[in-house]
């Protein structure tokens, strides 16, 4: 299905059995025989709207984005946390690195679109996006794709590429393979590596779609973005480019950095995260 048709066809319908406490479980259909899911609490009139999103292949189960989630909720905000479904009908798993996969950034990009907006249209206002790890590249693709989408501003949490584990040597070797598989056989799957996962089995075409999204990509879209941009990181993390987040900085995108936090604020960083993300939505708010 093109990322067009699939963009204008999905639907989303709300689930009658709430998920936990507050929260009410949402269904959007994305292909055929295909559902992702979302928990959304509904919030005050007066509080912001927050699409929460998570890391590379895990879920919004996952104990840094579902902390935070809940914890706005508790403040009040109204706050939407999506499972991306890498073409798995209802994930509510983390998908292992040598798992077949066959989802892009554009079929990412495309069900972040659909539930962004549900989000605008239920809450009634543009909502603050926040993505953890790579979850943050996929929201810049978001914005960047879409740039007739309403936000008020964007939260970037422990930022890393997709590229961030491998040397300019090894990029460059991934790419030039990849771009070699794909005009021989654009549908045939093989070992590649992404991220964290040292193989990571997928198409040639989805491996590239992700690797489009390099640092200097990355960084001329968050400088062009009309709304703030910040973003979040702790001192102790070894999974992030420091060099290149200074560069935003002296850029013009805020920084904030928590000392002793590792790549998923672990531990009591769970509460210096949330007292930055609260800070960042009341800069947003005061513009």
């Not at 943050?136 to 309403?150: K, S």
Request: proline content about 4%; glycine content about 6%; charged content about 20%.
């Amino acid at each position: 299905m093109a990322i067009n048709a699939l963009i204008f066809g999905l639907l989303l319908q709300l689930a009658v059995q709430p998920a936990v406490a507050g929260s009410a479980r949402m269904h959007l259909d994305v292909a055929p025989g295909v559902v992702a899911e979302a928990e959304y609490w509904p919030g005050s009139a007066d509080r912001a709207a927050i699409l929460v999103l998570h890391g590379f292949l895990q879920t919004h189960d996952f104990p840094t984005v579902r902390r935070l989630a809940e914890a706005l909720a508790d403040e009040g905000y109204n706050v939407l946390l999506p499972t991306l479904s890498l073409g798995v009908d209802r994930r509510r798993q983390s998908l292992p690195c040598e798992a077949i996969h066959l989802h892009s950034l554009e079929a990412d990009v495309a069900e972040l679109a659909a539930w962004s907006r549900w989000l605008v249209e239920r809450a009634g206002k543009p909502p603050v996006l926040i993505g953890h790890s790579v979850g943050g590249v996929q929201l810049t693709a978001l914005l960047d794709t879409h740039r007739e989408l309403q936000f008020a501003g964007l939260i970037l949490i422990s930022l890393a590429e997709f590229d961030a584990e491998q040397n300019p040597e090894q990029l460059a070797s991934l790419r030039a393979r990849a771009t070699a598989d794909l005009a021989r056989d654009p549908n045939a799957v093989a070992a590649y590596a992404l991220s964290y996962c040292k193989r990571y089995v997928t198409t040639p075409a989805g491996l590239l779609s992700y690797l489009a999204w390099d640092s200097a990509r990355l960084q001329d879209v968050l400088l062009r973005l009309d709304q703030p941009v910040t973003v979040i990181f702790g001192l102790s993390d070894d999974r992030i480019d420091a060099a290149w987040l200074a560069s935003l900085g002296d850029a013009g995108v805020a920084l904030r950095a928590v000392a002793g936090a590792d790549h998923f604020f672990s531990s009591t960083h769970e509460f210096d995260l949330l007292d930055e993300v609260l800070d960042a939505l009341s800069e947003v708010a005061h513009g």
